[in-house]
């Protein structure tokens, strides 16, 4: 019996490159959304945002963390028990 993933690897490095239509209505807006000069602009002004609200997501919960942590939500007395156990070595076999 095959594997089905036998040779996917294969297939994707050799295999045909296909790109998906960018959606031509969805482009013409964001290009008079952006007031870009070219496709290319509006796209890499729609990449560029979408990047940074993400980058912004991620601060922001880092933020939020931190601000658990600093209340104290996080009790470490447990991991503190586990390591004076030694229960994180492997067994020998």
């Not at 239509?21 to 870009?36: V, Y």
């Not at 993400?54 to 601000?67: D, M």
């Amino acid at each position: 019996m095959t594997d089905p993933q036998e040779g996917a690897l294969t297939d994707l490095a050799t295999g045909p490159i296909t790109e998906e239509e960018i959606d031509s209505d969805l482009l013409a807006e964001a290009q008079r959304h952006f007031s870009a000069h070219s496709s290319n602009a509006a796209i890499n002004e729609a990449l560029r945002r979408l990047v940074e609200q993400e980058r912004e997501k991620r601060r922001a919960a880092r933020a939020r963390l931190n601000e658990r942590y600093e209340a104290g939500a996080f009790d470490f007395s447990q991991l503190d028990a586990a390591e004076e156990r030694d229960i994180w070595s492997i067994p020998a076999r």
